[in-house]
């Protein structure tokens, strides 16, 4: 694991704060060229963002590992569900300028439902 004996973080602390990491670079990655990018061509914007999204997996992977110690793979996937949602929402409305709609609460709502179902009892 990530963290020494001395100084336990709980496996679903460390997994999220590594997935909030990973998915930072991943919407970079996947949108920000939309904005950055739009005078070069198509596959000039996939090398920058394949070189972003190493970076992306460079930290999902120990994610996905150290979450599956105690979570499902079904629990690590809504977890990260979650956390893309969490991190989309601002970067689409803080960098991309997009304003924000009340569908977003509703997606919001259902991954809530989602997360019920998948971590309950």
Known sequence: MLTSSLFQI???IQTSILLILSNVFMTFAWYAHLKNLTDKKWFIAAFISWGIAFFEYMIQVPANRVGY???TLSQLKILQE????TV???????YMQ?????????AVLCIVGAVYFIFRA
């Open 82 to 85: 979650v956390i893309t949602l």
């Open 69 to 71: 110690t105690e979570l």
């Open 98 to 106: 997009q304003p924000l709609k009340l569908d977003y609460l509703w």
């Open 10 to 12: 709980p496996v679903i």
């Open 88 to 94: 989309f929402i601002p970067f689409a409305a803080l």
